[in-house]
């Protein structure tokens, strides 16, 4: 029993860290809608992330050929999955820019024009594009840990129900909290940063990102509190 537990537990805990990105991105595009269709945009999404992901599975085989290289640009092999994720790291990329200059610049009339273009079919396209990027990445990890197909369906499940339960609380926090939104918006960045890294075989070690953005958030969060004793105090 141990011997498929374990993997299962680790595949479960790595599909739930790389489902972060996928959380906060969700939940930060789910912020342009009304309160209604921002839950069922958030359900909706991580709804088809399992799908993607399940799907994906289905085809194993096919996707362990986007490993092969199928060019070279000065010296550097791009694979099928490197393509993939540079495309999904640039827009990623071009996405958190185009938010945090909507949320910094001339804030109130960005959200507004940024409420009237936001539709629901809009940024569930955004959504479905950056699923599949995050499931290539996820599954080609998943295959090289286990290899019993029924571990790497059971682990995409239980992740997506436990980041269904935890994506309503983080996106009520980034809601509460303007300057996390900011915060989360700059991880999302670093993040597309290391999928372009990865797709050119310059690999950023995750621990090292999520570190960085643990730091960052709990000093963030102790600014928060000091200025609320300040204006308590006050």
Do not use: C
């Not at 992330?49 to 290289?69: C, E």
């Not at 070279?72 to 990329?93: E, N, P, Y």
């Not at 273009?117 to 699923?131: K, P, R, T, W």
């Amino acid at each position: 029993m141990t011997e498929f537990l374990i993997p299962l537990l680790t595949l479960i805990a790595l599909e739930l860290i790389l489902g972060i990105d996928n959380i906060i991105f969700i939940s930060i595009l789910a912020d342009k809608l009304p309160k209604d269709q921002s839950n069922k945009l958030r359900y909706w999404g991580l709804g088809l992330a399992v799908l993607i992901r399940l799907i994906l599975l289905g085809f194993i085989s096919w996707i362990l050929k986007w490993d092969k290289t199928l060019f070279s640009i000065l010296d550097v092999d791009i694979t099928g999955k490197g393509l993939i994720l540079i495309l999904g790291g640039l827009f990623l990329i071009w996405k958190s820019t185009k938010e945090i200059y909507l949320k910094t610049e001339d804030p109130r009339n960005q959200e507004v024009r940024a409420k009237k273009g936001a539709s629901f079919n809009s940024l569930l396209m955004d959504i479905v594009l950056l699923d599949l990027v995050f499931s290539v990445d996820s599954i080609i990890t998943a295959v090289g840990m286990v290899s019993e197909l029924w571990i790497m369906y059971t682990a995409v499940i239980v992740s997506v129900i436990l980041m269904l339960i935890a994506s309503k609380p983080i996106s009520d926090f980034i809601q509460k909290h303007p300057s996390f939104k900011i915060l989360a918006l700059s991880f999302l960045m670093l993040i597309g940063m290391a999928l372009i890294g990865e797709g050119l075989h310059f690999v950023i070690p995750k621990g090292y990102i999520y570190f960085s953005m643990f730091f960052s958030f709990i000093v963030n969060l102790i600014q928060i509190k000091t200025n609320s004793f300040s204006t308590h105090e006050k």
